[in-house]
RNA sequence: GCCGAGGUGGCAGAAUGGUUAAUGCGACGGACUGCAGAUCCGUUUCCUGGGGGUUCGAUUCCCUCCCUCGGCUCCA
């Protein structure tokens, strides 16, 4: 296992991670409250998540990576009304679309999508806990937390709770003991979904759902809890008052990473002011490693300005820079197979790529820094450049050593990802009877026909070069 | 008001107690080309929010002020 070291947002400090049960990592992310389209705000945080349990599988751990879905909540039953529609299923809609986009963003390092509405077993049984040790109270059909028992409340945060604003946001609420104190059984209104319970028929609080499914899949303590930066309070804040009070047990995880959010530049991105912008419509437009590129193009804990007519297009210039000499080689290897015979490449050459990969691992190992890691991928392309019109004579065992560096992108960052509706298939059969007919057109001067024939492949989505090794064709899809 | 995260070149965005502060985008000039596109080469030596302090030396550490963003019971 590689030495890997993180920030942890409980300290303020970077630490160097040592699991409870090595190899094991237990990894909980807290994930979508699926009442709307997810925007590109969301993702940001998903796919460092995906890197970071990606890596760790790669440096020998174990993980087991879980990310809830809240199912069931105040803004789900709020949408669900508008929509007259019931709102578990209108929650799984919204997650499903959420779930296939992510598998087109690549992340697939989540191992367990539990619902929130799954665990009510738990969650009771949590309460009652909370109940009997005296953290938690029933008033007028709902159970509350009552942070004053839990000294250590805002220990996360560093809120003191009598700081808090009463009456900002929360309304005074003659049901419970003190403002700060928190709903972790909602007595049920009439049409909304509810179970049975000791203190009447209701639904679970928020933060509740996740302590339920943690103890109940990692125990009372587990290694990496993740979210957004602006989950810290109340949800992680009162995720460990509720844990820790009904176990007796502390801490309840050993490292708190928290991602930085995507600034919308100079305004706030949210529903009300509904300048969100659409996960989907980002991937149609740019492609999903472009997002995926643009988010890990700078540090998971820093802001991320979003300028919304520049950010994505400058992502996509950048990246198609960086992929050009994968794709040579890929177009090569793809074409004649791993085992084509051909020179072998300088060895300084090669002795590089090695070293580079270990000097991208180091470099992803000291708290997951991305954007240094593209920095020496951007390097190594700017290496390889010099070298593209060798690469047609090369091996096969040389263009797959120069490739090493790009395939651990593959893995760890999950870049580098080719649509399956590349070069392979049926195209390949045509293409190059075009691009021949077109040469020939060329060589006997009929440009006219050229590029008639060069505008037929466009028109159906096959993209044609020319450059001074010949013509290079792609296939990325009409218009 | 309180808590937290940040302020780096035209833009995005790294790093570091010490020679020229990454990387990318953009811009400009050139090469290549039937055209288009792509690519290549070169240039973009004056960029670390303001003010103090510590130090031989700070952008980096400390204090303070200003600004931006997030949270203060819906938020990735």
């Known amino acids: 296992m590689r030495r890997v070291a993180l920030y942890d947002s409980m300290t303020r400090s970077v630490r160097v991670l040592a699991p409870i049960q090595p190899p094991r990592v237990g990894l909980f992310v807290c994930g979508l409250t699926p ?17 970071v349990a990606r890596a760790l599988t790669r440096w020998g751990y174990r993980v087991f990576s879980v990310q809830n879905v809240t199912n069931l909540d105040d803004k789900i039953i709020a949408r669900a009304g508008e929509l007259d529609e019931d709102p578990l299923l209108l929650a799984e809609r919204h997650f499903l679309a959420w779930l296939f986009l992510a598998g087109r963003l690549g992340i697939r390092s989540v191992n367990y999508y539990p619902r929130a509405t799954d665990y009510v077993p738990e969650i009771l049984a949590q309460i009652q806990a909370l109940v009997d040790r005296g953290y938690a109270y029933p008033s007028q059909g709902s159970v ?10 805002g220990a996360l945060s560093g809120q003191r709770t009598e700081a808090l604003r009463p009456g900002a946001r929360v309304e005074v609420d003659d049901a419970k003991r003190a403002p700060g104190d928190f709903v972790i059984w909602k007595a049920a209104t009439p049409g909304e979904p509810s179970w049975e319970s000791p203190w009447g028929p209701g639904r679970p609080g928020w933060h509740i759902e996740d302590t339920a499914i943690t103890l109940r899949l990692f125990g009372p303590r587990y290694d990496l809890h993740g979210g957004g930066l602006d989950l810290i309070f109340p949800h992680h804040e009162s995720e460990i008052a509720l844990a820790e009070a009904a176990t007796g047990e502390s801490p309840l995880v050993n490292y708190w990473m928290h991602g930085g959010l995507l600034n919308l530049a100079g305004e706030k991105m949210s529903k009300s002011l509904g300048n969100v912008y659409s996960l989907r419509t980002a991937i149609d437009e740019f492609g999903p490693m472009v997002l995926r590129f643009y988010y890990l193009n700078a540090h998971y804990r820093s802001p991320l300005e979003f300028v919304r007519a520049e950010s994505l297009p400058e992502a996509r210039e950048a990246y198609a820079r960086l992929v050009l000499p994968s794709d040579r080689i890929a177009e ?6 791993a085992e084509r015979p051909g020179a072998e490449g300088p060895p300084e050459l090669l002795e590089r790529a090695e070293d580079l990969v270990e000097r991208l691992d180091t470099t992803l190992a000291d708290d997951f820094n991305s954007r240094e890691a593209i920095a020496l991928l951007f390097g190594w392309t700017r290496e390889l450049t010099e070298h593209l019109d060798r690469f047609p004579s090369y091996s096969g065992d040389t263009l797959a050593a120069l490739q090493e560096p790009y395939d651990w992108a593959s ?9 399956s509706t590349g070069r392979a298939g049926a195209w390949a059969q045509v293409v190059p009877i075009a691009i021949a007919a077109r040469a020939r057109a060329r060589a006997r001067g009929d440009f006219a026909e050229a590029d008639r024939i060069r505008d037929e492949l466009s028109a159906v989505g096959v993209h044609l070069e020319d450059d001074a090794a010949g013509t290079r064709w792609d296939f990325s899809g009409p218009k």
């Open 35 to 51: 009442y709307d389209e997810a925007h590109i705000g969301h993702a940001r945080t998903f796919v460092f998540f995906d890197v």
């Open 144 to 153: 509350y937390y009552e942070i004053a028992k839990f000294p250590r409340y």
């Open 332 to 337: 090569i290897l793809d074409r004649d197979g």
């Open 411 to 419: 893995e760890t960052l999950g870049l580098f990802e080719r649509s």
